[in-house]
């Protein structure tokens, strides 16, 4: 299934996910083939926008994110990788 999270590059390896993408964020990733839906999670108690397998439907939650996808794919040059251009918290 296809993953979406962005990693900023501000010298920290800090990331974020859909949750906190915005609306060009969104529309990029859903452009690409990623299903985004809105998901329920009881490991963090909040509905939020998650990465979905469009096969079962299941959804990657934000907990599980970072150590099932990100960090094994974090250097794999292979992968597709997009230039979002600037991001800042405050916007
Ligand atoms: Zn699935």
Do not use: H, Q
């Amino acid at each position: 299934m296809k993953i979406s999270w962005m990693r900023l590059n501000n010298g920290d390896y800090g990331f974020i996910t859909p949750s906190e993408f915005n609306e060009n964020e969104i529309n990029f990733a859903k452009s690409k083939g990623v299903l985004l839906e809105m998901r329920y999670s009881r490991t963090a108690n909040e509905r939020y926008l998650a990465n979905i397998c469009p096969d079962c439907r299941a959804f990657v939650g934000d907990w599980f994110l970072f150590d099932d996808y990100i960090i094994e794919y974090m250097y794999d040059e292979n992968l597709p990788k997009y230039d979002m251009g600037y991001y800042c918290d405050n916007e």
